[in-house]
């Protein structure tokens, strides 16, 4: 054991153990004053948001200067479309998946007359 104390040099070693909890400790000062920094410099959350109300509010003017402009009939002809298209397209998916269903159900039944056959 004295041979270990001697090679040792428990006081040089007690110093820089200090030494070096005081510069981590510092780092550790240094690197989250420096995260803080960063994240309230770079802190756009409320930049962004700021800025889509802007563009919303402009859409919005933008909508309304236009659909002002629109005659009446053009403006109710414009709100059927959509409306008509929605129509469509949910009546066109039942006929095609039926026909697909149709299609798969005799697919299957070849399948099965060649397997019995």
Known sequence: ??????????????????????EMTKAGVIEEAVNDSLDSAL???????????EVDKVLTEI?????????A?????????P??????KEE???V???VDDEQELEEIRARLANVRG
Do not use: Y
Request: avoid cysteine.
């Open 1 to 22: 054991m004295k041979l270990v104390n001697g090679l040792m040099k428990a006081p040089e070693v007690s110093a820089t153990m200090q030494e070096f909890t005081t």
């Open 43 to 53: 802190d756009s959350e409320d930049i962004e948001e700021e800025t889509e109300e």
């Open 63 to 71: 909508a309304g200067e236009i659909a002002a402009q629109l005659p």
């Open 73 to 81: 009939a053009a403006r109710r002809e414009k709100i059927k479309q």
């Open 83 to 88: 409306a008509q298209k929605e129509k469509q």
């Open 92 to 94: 066109e998916q039942p």
């Open 96 to 98: 095609a998946e039926g």
